[in-house]
């Protein structure tokens, strides 16, 4: 079956940077949104960003905007998370998610999801 797949987590100090990817296995075409979100222990999963198909429209939330970028490479039907001076409350499993209907933006309901990619940061 179609699965997504997130890589690029580890234990890192705060202040420091990670770049998540996620990647269609197999390839998925025709995804007009991307997405990652995240959940950390105790609590519920939360959005973080979403992108379209061009990737000229993106979508942040308040807790990460100005830190995180997303991007997308659609020759390689891969979604990438880059993570600035992460925040000790960025720690969380980070799963990327795809739907294939505009009407997702940008909150979802995904039809596709990753198995998720451990991100701690350290104080």
């Known amino acids: 079956q179609v699965q997504l797949v997130e890589s690029g987590g580890g234990l890192v100090q705060a202040g420091d940077s990670l770049r998540l990817s996620c990647a269609a296995s197999?390839?998925?075409?025709?995804?007009?949104?991307a997405a990652w979100l995240r959940q950390a222990p105790g609590k519920e999963r939360e959005f973080v960003a979403a992108i379209t198909s061009s990737g000229s429209t993106t979508n942040y939330a308040d807790s990460v905007k100005g830190r995180f970028t997303i991007s997308r490479d659609n020759a390689r039907n891969t979604v990438y998370l880059q993570m600035n001076s992460l925040k000790p409350e960025d720690t969380a499993v980070y799963y990327c998610?795809?739907?294939?209907?505009?009407?997702?933006?940008?909150?979802?309901?995904?039809?596709?999801w990753g198995q998720g990619t451990q991100v701690t940061v350290s104080s």
């Open positions: 998610a795809a739907a294939l209907h505009g009407s997702a933006w940008p909150l979802g309901p995904y039809e596709y």
């Open positions: 197999p390839r998925i075409v025709g995804i007009y949104i």
